[in-house]
């Protein structure tokens, strides 16, 4: 493995609450640089030396510069366009992990992060070391089990809340949640089927604007849109798991008619089934540096 660079992609999708997607470090050489891109998912950088430069585009759609270095992390929030940089004379090494699932944005935002707040303080030198602890014990197990990254990834959470100079106490929601919750239940049961929105809000006895209304605030994300990705997701998991021909898994996934499907996944994901079934096998069987494409 090179000694100045990491790479590893999650090896199961068979989760819902949280889902790693793929995890590493770079010691980055002087003004290395990646963007300006947009990213389908979270994802977190721990700064562990150096300095470096953060343009991030906020709610508003402005363009924000942030000088950082160690001891600080930055966020890159899902549709987000973002451009970041290594120090000309000290540039920065960092671990990132790429992330999202139904408890991302809540979690995301008790640590005081989001779209319009992306970089990461701690209220003390000390409250550093945990969440250092848990991002290293993710990005250095290149061979761990998924539960084992899985429980590491809400050991990191819990520390970035814990040691945030800009926690947030999350209000009580519990009726928001159940609705929520009957939600995800049903479109986890009938995402395979030619379901819409009207019929998950029907699911849950809800109008369906209230029905949008909260989702959306609960989840960060329209019911539309959470559906969508969901059935991608289910696709991307039959794409890596079987032989399947992507006319067969399209109406295993919701999409009756292939060709939509194969629309629907290239706006959301950048590429065609077909070639991100091709760049996913071929990443899986080189070593980690080979996937460096994928992180920058």
């Known amino acids: 493995m090179d000694d100045n660079?990491?790479?590893s992609i999650f090896p199961n999708e068979n989760f819902v609450d949280l889902l790693i997607f793929q995890y590493g470090w770079e010691e980055c050489k002087p003004l290395h640089s990646f963007g300006p891109a947009i990213r389908n998912h979270y994802l977190f950088h721990l700064i562990l030396s150096g300095h470096g430069v953060l343009r991030s585009a906020g709610p508003d759609g402005a363009d924000r510069e942030y000088e950082l270095s160690a001891g600080n992390g930055f966020?890159?929030?899902p549709g987000q366009v973002n451009t970041y940089w290594a120090d000309?004379?000290?540039p920065w090494t960092y671990a990132w992990v790429e992330f999202d699932g139904l408890q991302?944005?809540?979690?995301?935002?008790q640590a005081g992060l989001d779209m319009a707040h992306p970089v990461y303080r701690f209220r003390s030198p000390l409250a550093h070391r945990p969440v250092r602890q848990?991002?290293?014990s993710i990005v250095r197990s290149k061979d761990a089990s998924p539960l084992f990254l899985l429980g590491h990834l809400y050991l990191l959470l819990d520390a970035l809340t814990q040691a945030s100079s800009s926690r947030r106490e999350l209000r009580n929601q519990s009726q928001k949640s159940f609705y929520v919750q009957e939600a995800l239940n049903f479109i986890a049961q009938?995402?395979?089927r030619d379901i819409d929105v009207q019929q998950v809000a029907a699911a849950c006895n809800l109008n369906r604007t209230y029905f949008g209304r909260v989702f959306r605030q609960m989840m960060g994300s329209t019911p539309q849109e959470y559906l969508i990705r969901y059935r991608l997701s289910k696709s991307m998991e039959l794409m890596r798991s079987t032989d399947y021909p992507i006319s067969q898994i399209a109406p295993m996934v919701g999409y009756a008619n292939p060709l939509h499907f194969s629309k629907v996944f290239k706006k959301e994901m950048g590429v065609s089934p077909r070639t991100w079934r091709a760049n996913d096998e071929q990443v899986r069987r080189q070593p980690?540096?080979?996937g460096e494409d994928t992180h920058e």
């Open 288 to 290: 980690a540096r080979q």
């Open 75 to 77: 966020l890159i929030c």
């Open 5 to 7: 660079y990491s790479f």
């Open 104 to 109: 991302a944005l809540k979690r995301l935002e």
């Open 88 to 90: 000309e004379k000290d």
């Open 134 to 136: 848990e991002m290293e």
């Open 190 to 192: 009938n995402y395979h």
